[in-house]
T-cell receptor, first 110, second 117 residues
Framework: SQKIEQNSEALNIQEGKTATLTCNYT??????LQWYRQDPGRGPVFLLL?????KEKRKERLKVTFDTTLKQSLFHITASQPADSATYLC?????????FGGGTRVLVKP | GAVVSQHPSRVICKSGTSVKIECRSL??????MFWYRQFPKKSLMLMAT?????????EQGVEKDKFLINHASLTLSTLTVTSAHPEDSSFYIC?????????????FGQGTRLTVV
């Protein structure tokens, strides 16, 4: 079955450093990948969408890549801040169907 | 970005009663809305896909008679948990996408924390 795997459950990082999160997909080829931020007790908030024909996308301090050879997306938060602490979800999309990764909990320490 | 409003954000109900959760797309039309359930420290689990003007499509293992979905307009879908039991206690989240084709981002509601006592 198609899977989206985020390979670390938790990531602790020092303020100011770059956080890099990994998302791998297996058994299918998503047409696009989305990244969301979710805070405890809240719904996911959309951050970025990258399509399979795009290599890289940026939005402010966020950067996401899509490598169809490695079947992987990397999500970077540069100059991280304590306010970036949250769970980040990688979501693969094909048509209307979304497949969710388990999420990576990021903690940015001052 | 587009806004999806979900109401209520929290509800406590007695076992055996029914609870309705609303999901509205505030500034766009959504022909399709999705309902998810999320357990603590787990990712979202799709329950059903709600199509405007037609019956919802339920995922395997989700009881359609227990989780009633109505999508009466392009901006409103409702999930009714019927005869709720404590095991139905969970975080329920809806999402919607703009009716402008596929491969577009989904926007999520704030979620509803349901506690059945």
């Amino acid at each position: 079955s198609q899977k989206i795997e985020q390979n670390s459950e938790a990531l602790n990082i020092q303020e100011g450093k770059t956080a890099t999160l990994t998302c791998n997909y297996t058994n299918y080829s998503p047409a696009y990948l989305q990244w969301y931020r979710q805070d405890p007790g809240r719904g996911p908030v959309f951050l970025l969408l990258i399509r399979e024909n795009e290599k890289e996308k940026r939005k402010e301090r966020l950067k996401v890549t899509f490598d169809t050879t490695l079947k992987q997306s990397l999500f970077h938060i540069t100059a991280s801040q304590p306010a970036d602490s949250a769970t980040y979800l990688c979501v693969g999309g094909a048509g209307n169907k979304l497949t969710f990764g388990g999420g990576t909990r990021v903690l940015v320490k001052p | 970005g587009a806004v999806v409003s979900q109401h209520p954000s929290r509800v406590i109900c007695k076992s055996g009663t029914s609870v309705k959760i609303e999901c509205r797309s505030l500034d766009f039309q959504a022909t399709t809305m999705f309902w998810y359930r999320q357990f603590p420290k787990k990712s979202l689990m799709l329950m059903a896909t709600s199509n405007e003007g037609s019956k919802a499509t339920y995922e395997q293992g989700v009881e359609k008679d227990k989780f009633l979905i109505n999508h009466a307009s392009l901006t409103l879908s409702t999930l009714t948990v019927t005869s709720a039991h404590p095991e139905d206690s969970s975080f329920y989240i809806c999402s919607a996408r703009e009716a402008r084709g596929e491969n577009t981002e989904a926007f999520f509601g704030q979620g509803t924390r349901l506690t059945v006592v």
